[in-house]
């Protein structure tokens, strides 16, 4: 009977070695096929694809934070085509007729106020405001600025009034209001009214009075 004797461990590491070596050098060969070696997912974007990481829906968002009046860039108003203007309208006031009628000095009865767009039409409309000798306003109108010249769209008495357009477009017009206790020099109440153009007309949207203490 033929005795079979174990193999030496000589032996054993001969025939492991190369089958070892054999192995390694696949796996290298396939490292260098995939380029790195290693695949990590969502690597397949291109970075000259344009993507942004900023997420669309937070870019330019103002959450929280209150909008700013409308503003409008200014323009160049002649104040004296302004009161020729005024004086052409038939239906102008009669105290600002015999004001503008007797202002020899432009700016002793006209003053620009803000730049607005409220007829959202593109082009500005300037708020021209009308005061007496001694300051003190009582009065404002809308020109419309537009390349056939200057046109009146709409005008409004007022004392002492702040004209502003809010963020929607509307016009806004803070005011002051006498009481019965009020002095000449002194109004301690205040009105804010909104109004908005309806493609004919300015027409008020709401009206709120604070009478003071």
């Avoid at 492991?16 to 695949?39: E, Y």
């Avoid at 009046?69 to 302004?82: G, S, Y």
């Avoid at 809308?142 to 702040?162: C, F, H, K, M, Y």
Wanted: with cysteine; proline share 8%.
């Amino acid at each position: 009977m033929r005795m079979w004797r174990s193999a030496s461990p000589a032996a054993v590491r001969r025939t492991t070695l190369p089958a070892f070596v054999t192995l390694i050098a696949l796996v290298g060969l396939s490292a260098c096929a995939n380029g790195s070696g290693l695949r990590v997912e969502g690597a397949e974007a291109s970075p000259s694809s344009g993507t942004s990481s900023t997420p669309p829906s937070v870019m330019g968002t103002t959450e929280g934070v209150a909008p700013e009046p409308k503003r409008t860039p200014a323009v160049a108003v002649d104040l004296h085509q302004v009161r020729l203007k005024l004086l052409a309208d038939k239906h102008l006031p009669p105290y600002w007729r015999d004001v503008l009628a007797k202002c020899t000095v432009i700016s002793r009865c006209l003053s620009r106020g803000t730049t607005v767009d409220v007829l959202h039409s593109g082009t500005p409309q300037q708020i021209v405001l009308i005061h007496t000798l001694e300051n003190f306003v009582f009065g404002f109108s809308v020109i419309a600025v537009e390349p056939s010249g200057l046109r009146p769209i709409w005008n409004q008495s007022a004392d002492l009034p702040t004209v502003n357009a809010s963020p929607q477009g509307d016009l806004v017009v803070e005011s002051k209001i006498f009481t019965i206790e009020d002095k000449p020099c002194c109004p301690s109440g205040r009105r804010v009214e909104v109004y908005r153009w309806n493609g004919r007309q300015m027409t008020k949207v709401s009206s709120t009075d604070n009478k003071g203490d």
